[in-house]
Structures are given as structure tokens and as C-alpha cells.
């Protein structure tokens, strides 16, 4: 992931300014919003848009909101910026070939009953971001950061929550497949992961070391191995980049990212070229 603030697009950077030709190779180069195109296109053709900041203006819609920060999370002018893109990016035309020869995909989403308790616990969130939204429109200072913690919590709570009735339904499912279950949130994984039998399942969270990801993943992805069965993978880390084939056939998504473009590549670490039995 390039970004202003990241240490590795400043290496880059040093490095394709001696390089006669730059490529970037990317299946996600945009997650939620153009601003997050601007490094890698400013790392192609140095200067095209002239600065960061005139980019985010013309097409994130850039300002400074209410409380001083400055924000590009808009869209603006998306078919001129769609022309511009053009230009600077090569398509694969044998992407479409490819989906047509894998087995089939097929989504289902599940909806757990949490009952009364939870839903009123819910309620009371919910009751609490309308307060506090009203309150920081009258401009208290100190609701923003009252109701983004208030979300925070809820958020992580609703992982929890959901544990029993989703152990609940997989029983139902009798999945004998091998399986990948993605979380958000370390109490969640923890939260599946006492309810797995020891030794069948793989726990790769953010703070584990890159270097032993694959190592601890191969049994997984073997399809002779019948010890490993269950990957407990973080979101955050594992939703990207990874190759799970050809061993695992079932991905299930216990939390989401607030961001689409995220929750649509845990599918993919499963579903793609290498693939033997359908998803």
C-alpha cells in the first residue's frame, strides 16, 4: 500500500528515481476513494497532477471541515480522472477467461437471531450516536470523539455477540471443507478460537511476523494435511495478498471492514487461479 505517511512508499520512491521505467502492479490500487490513487500515479508520472493537494481538490473533493481538518474523502470529476487513468494504466484482458474457468462461487449471507438482550444493548448505541450527533452539531468540541469511541465500542462488541449463534449455525453445516474465518478484532479471534478443538486451527493476527504467515498457513493449504481445518485470520492483515489454494474451499466473514473494497478480497484468497472445488 503506498501513502504519504508510509516508510515504504518513500523507499520506493528513492528507488524509481533512478529507474528508466516504473510499473506498479496492483488488483486493489483504489479501496475506498481517489485520493488513494495519488502516490502510485505520482510514482508512474511525477507531476502529472502537479501537487497532492490540487488533486484532492479537483477530484476528492478536499476541504477543511468544521473542525479544522483538512478531509479528501469525496469524488468529484470521476470521468475526467477516469480519462486521465486511461492513459496510465494497462488492463489484463484475460481476467474475464480466467473467472470462466474457475469452479462456481456461491455467496450466501446468514442472519444470526441475537435476541431481546442484545437488541436492546444495540438500541442503546444507537439511541447514543443520535445524541452525541446532535450534540457535536451544536458544536460541542468534545462529542466527535465521544461518538466515535461510542462506535468503537460497538463495533467491537458486535463480534462478540455474535459468537454463539454462529457456532450455533456452523454446527448445522456440518463443513467438513476446510475453512478460513475472518475477524476484525483479537477478542473475536479469541473469543472462535476457544470454541475450536486445540491443534486444528491456524491463528494469524497483525502482530504475526510476516515471515512465519506462510510457514504456519501451508498446512492449511494442504489439502492431504486433515489436521489444520480452520484458519482464524485477521481482516486487517490477511484479507490481501494471501494465496489459500488449494486446500481450503470455505471462507466465512464473521466481522466486515467499514471499507467494501476489503470484505470483497477475503473471497478472493480462495476463489482463484489454482482452484479445484467450488467456493
Known amino acids: ?113 441475537l435476541g431481546d438482550k442484545v437488541k436492546k444493548r444495540f438500541a442503546e448505541y444507537a439511541a447514543e450516536y443520535e445524541r452525541l450527533t446532535k450534540k457535536m452539531w451544536e458544536g460541542s468540541e468534545e462529542a466527535k470523539a465521544e461518538r466515535d469511541a461510542s462506535v468503537m465500542r460497538a463495533y467491537r462488541e458486535s463480534g462478540l455477540v455474535k459468537i454463539d449463534a454462529f457456532f450455533e449455525w456452523w454446527k448445522t453445516k456440518n463443513e467438513r471443507d476446510k475453512t478460513v474465518i475472518f475477524c476484525v478484532h483479537e477478542n473475536v479471534m479469541d473469543a472462535v478460537c476457544s470454541r475450536l478443538k486445540p491443534g486444528s486451527f491456524v491463528k494469524i493476527l497483525g502482530t504475526t511476523p510476516a515471515k512465519k504467515r506462510y510457514g504456519m498457513l501451508k498446512p492449511l493449504c494442504d489439502p492431504k494435511n486433515t489436521q489444520k481445518t480452520v484458519g482464524v485470520l485477521s481482516l486487517g492483515t490477511c484479507a490481501e495478498s494471501l494465496n489459500l489454494v488449494p486446500g481450503v474451499n470455505v471462507v466465512i466473514q464473521l466481522e466486515f471492514s467499514h471499507t467494501p473494497a476489503i470484505n470483497d478480497q477475503c473471497p478472493g484468497r480462495v476463489w482463484r487461479k489454482g482452484c479445484e472445488k467450488p467456493v
Not at 495519488?38 to 473533493?61: A, H, M, T, W
Open 1 to 113: 500500500k503506498l501513502s504519504a505517511e508510509n516508510a515504504t512508499t518513500a523507499s520506493v520512491k528513492r528507488v524509481s528515481r533512478k529507474a528508466t521505467c516504473v510499473l506498479c502492479v496492483s488488483a486493489t490500487p483504489q479501496k475506498a476513494y481517489p485520493a488513494q490513487l495519488y502516490e502510485q500515479l505520482n510514482l508512474i508520472k511525477p507531476g502529472v497532477f502537479n501537487s497532492k493537494r490540487e488533486f484532492e481538490i479537483r477530484y476528492c473533493d478536499g476541504k477543511t471541515n468544521r473542525w479544522g481538518e483538512w478531509e479528501a474523502k469525496g469524488a468529484t470529476y470521476s470521468s475526467e480522472l477516469h480519462a486521465c487513468l486511461l492513459k496510465l494504466m494497462i488492463r489484463p484482458t484475460d481476467k474475464l477467461s480466467m473467472i470462466r474457468d474457475l469452479p462456481p462461487l456461491t455467496r450466501e449471507d446468514v442472519f444470526l437471531e
